[in-house]
């Protein structure tokens, strides 16, 4: 190294020293006492007065834009995220207490107690909505909400009915032969097509008997007929307004709950009953407005 | 999601860091205490929340942990002072209060919060299949964990004032004193804990919330008393527009921190306090910047990043009271909910940041205003009441106690870390199996 460059050297590191001695402020930047002989720490608490040394607020409060930045990022996958469905059939023993979210079909809805008549359990019989499940186990899967889940599913009416398309996050119980999701909160369960196939036909019952096979299996609302009859313990006998003469059976309700003479109007499935070879009504009270009083 | 939904949960989570300032100005006020008093509340005014989805509700807790996790310190910071006797105990806030520069002190410990919601919300969701991993690997080995964390706080007691006695016996006595205070203190608060663990005396519907009269006893009421009858002036505080942080300040201070959080967010009976104790020696951190700050990281870790896991899919760990007290009305199942949990961290997260500065310029005025031997009285009434409140008399009974040994770290200089044995040790004791035998050993099973 020849002296000049060591001269330049020399001038380049008093150079930095001046700066570094501009650097230094009057007051102490941390406890704000005065430093009026510039030293690079301060005389009462020692810290390091150089602002190289130092994170200004300002920086860190912009750092903050980050998280801003990313909370917006969250928020729009968590409201645009395309749920990920587990079909029925995938259910399977390996998968025992995961969260699953299923897409499923309604087939049917029941509701029971436990012996003490405190605890309501909702148990729904899903199949998988994209090939129907068919009769075949695999795609078919119980989902039960019990106790107080099942005490807001009922009174939030968030119940679907049968033949609608749910969307359910549940928790899955599978083993040897036998595979049934449970649901940990009601809000998790919803509707997200109301049945077409089970939509409710309009008729009455001089209509239905004139024409049955074109009601045949479909479920249907008649908005105003008589109770004629009360017949043992699942069953009414209705008649049209305009003519006794013309009656039909509801089946599947508690007689004990209706008097003769009374107007209803009576929601279920129009079916052959063929042991007794006569067309029949048949309902399920746990739906809504299966059989409601007029008067 | 809904995006309905979506905005409620937002509101209530910002109403919930308003809520967490609000208690924060109260020192030794827990926003678990809070918690206990929001879920008293919401059972018993169900009718109110029939309408709201859970994840509303859970929203407005999530932003009173993260509001409360980075705000607390600051009230302490600034009304609560110690008086000489403690120099030689002293932790660094105390001494960048007498020295005006509390708000400093404020300021690194924020910078370490900011850094760990960075760390949990920007890298916690790329490694949920971590967490599953670590915890299938500590579950087993929990119960011998936290013992060596015990044997490692009994071991690091240390007498800190040096036989001034005049006789022999005086000196030795001088120079004993603090650990066999320090060891009394620990054993007798291990039997408090596994008394409360296997026959609290607090009525069965609120036996939920047994530790709570324990941790307002052992803490924060015996603080309270101290700062109340102490005198001392508090100096003018600076307000200063940037802190002393070197890079490796802020580098190891951080790596102590986030060893420390991740520790105490993983293993059950774990507390930021003893981990950082442990992990501080681990990473080799020195200076008081690298202790605020690692202490910033390590609290909001443990707060906020052990309430996460509860709602990552596929982990769904629960740790910490307010996850507790949150699997009480909601159970997190969709990943929906998790990048909405992750949003609401953040946003809170950067919310609370920015109150931090202005929260502590409130506090420094206060401090000069009002005299700060008010705000203990104030925060130990409020305490006792609240505890009364939610355990009933049967609660008190366990706050006396409780604050009785909570003085002895106060009284003997002895270290209160060792106070914590209240939950280590009938934590590891029952992770190990021998729970029940020495409960029944001391007539509580």
């Known amino acids: 190294m020849n002296n000049q460059s060591i001269k330049q050297m020399q001038i380049t590191e008093t150079e930095a020293d001046a700066a570094s001695v501009a650097d230094i ?7 704000g006492r005065a430093n009026p002989e510039r030293k690079k720490r301060c005389a009462y608490c020692c810290t390091l007065t150089s602002p190289r040394e130092r994170i200004t607020v300002r ?4 750092s903050t834009i980050i998280l801003f930045a990313a909370a917006i990022v969250y928020f729009a996958i968590a409201v645009n995220l395309k749920p990920q469905y587990t079909p029925i059939s995938a259910l399977g023993e390996s998968m025992n207490f995961q969260h699953v979210r299923v897409l499923a079909k309604v087939r049917y809805l029941s509701e029971f107690k436990d012996k003490y008549e405190k605890r309501v359990t909702i148990q729904l019989d899903l199949e998988d909505s994209k090939d129907g499940g068919g009769d075949d186990y695999e795609g078919r899967i119980k989902l039960k909400a019990e106790g107080e889940v099942a005490r807001e599913l009922k009174e939030k009416g968030l119940l679907p009915a049968r033949g609608d398309i749910i969307d359910v996050s549940a928790t899955l119980f599978a083993g040897k032969g036998y595979r049934t999701l449970s649901l940990g909160t009601a809000e998790l369960l919803k509707v997200v097509d109301k049945s077409s196939e089970f939509a409710a036909v309009e008729a009455d019952v001089k209509a239905l008997l004139a024409a049955p096979d074109n009601f045949k299996n479909k479920k249907i609302k008649i908005k105003e007929a008589v109770i004629k009859s009360k017949r043992g313990n699942l069953i009414i006998e209705i008649n049209d307004p305009a003519d006794a003469a013309v009656t039909i059976l509801v089946f599947g309700v508690d007689p004990s709950k209706y008097k003769e003479g009374q107007k209803v109007s009576v929601s279920g499935m129009f079916v052959f009953y063929e042991r007794g070879g006569y067309w029949e009504i048949k309902v399920n009270e746990d739906e809504p407005e299966s059989v409601v009083v007029l008067n | 999601m809904e995006t309905s939904i979506v905005i409620y949960s937002i509101v209530a989570s910002l109403v919930g860091v308003v809520i967490a300032m609000a208690a924060s100005i109260i020192p030794g006020l827990h926003i678990y205490n809070v918690i206990a008093l929001t879920m008293l509340f919401a059972f018993t005014a169900a009718d109110l929340f029939t309408n709201l989805h859970p994840i509303v509700l859970t929203g407005f807790m999530l932003g009173m942990v993260v509001g409360f996790s980075m705000l607390f310190t600051v009230s302490s910071q600034y009304f609560q002072p110690n008086d000489e006797s403690f120099r030689s105990i002293m932790l660094p806030h105390e001494r960048f209060l007498l020295e005006g520069r509390a708000h400093e002190a404020v300021m690194l410990g924020a910078l370490g919060s900011l850094i760990a919601i960075f760390i949990i919300t920007l890298f916690f969701p790329l490694i949920p299949s971590f967490f599953s991993l670590a915890r299938a690997i500590i579950q087993p080995h929990g119960y011998w964990l936290v013992g060596m964390v015990m044997f490692f706080i009994l071991m690091t007691e240390w ?3 040096h036989g001034v006695g005049k006789t022999g016996w005086q000196k030795f006595w001088d120079g004993w004193v603090q650990l066999l205070m320090g060891y009394f203190t620990f054993i007798v608060a291990g039997i408090l804990g596994m008394f409360v663990f296997y026959r609290t005396i607090v009525p069965v519907e609120n036996a939920f919330q047994s530790l709570m009269p324990l941790f307002v006893g ?29 890079p490796h300040d802020v580098m190891r201070g951080s790596a102590s921190g986030f060893l420390a959080g991740m520790f105490a ?10 981990a950082l104790l442990c992990t501080g020696h681990l990473t080799v951190t020195s200076g008081e910047r690298q202790f605020l700050i690692g202490g910033g990281v390590g609290r909001v870790l443990y707060y906020v990043g052990a309430l996460m896991l509860f709602f990552m899919p596929g982990v769904f760990m629960r740790r910490g009271g307010a996850a507790i007290n949150i699997s009480l009305f909601f159970v997190p199942e969709t990943p929906e909910q998790f990048f909405l949990i992750s949003g609401i961290i953040a946003l809170t997260g950067a919310v609370s940041f920015l109150l931090i500065g202005w929260f502590s310029k409130l506090c420094a005025n206060l401090v000069e205003k009002i005299d700060y031997n008010w705000f203990s009285a104030v925060g130990c009434a409020l305490l006792i009441v609240l505890t009364i409140q939610i355990t009933h008399w049967q609660g008190f009974v366990l706050l006396c106690v409780a604050t009785a040994l909570g003085l002895v770290p106060n009284m003997w200089h002895s270290r209160r870390l060792n106070l914590l044995a209240v939950l280590m040790v009938p934590v590891a004791l029952n992770m190990s199996g021998a729970g029940p035998a020495v409960a029944r050993f001391f007539g509580f099973y």
């Open chain 1, 25 to 31: 402020a009057d007051k102490c930047p941390s406890c």
């Open chain 1, 59 to 62: 920086a860190m409060n912009l």
């Open chain 2, 218 to 246: 052992l803490f924060a009421v015996p603080s309270q008393i101290m700062t109340f009858i102490t005198r001392v002036k508090v100096p003018k505080q600076h307000i200063c527009s940037s802190v002393e942080s070197a």
């Open chain 2, 265 to 274: 967010a993983l293993v059950p009976g774990m507390t930021p306090g003893p």
């Open chain 2, 159 to 161: 007498p800190k004032d």
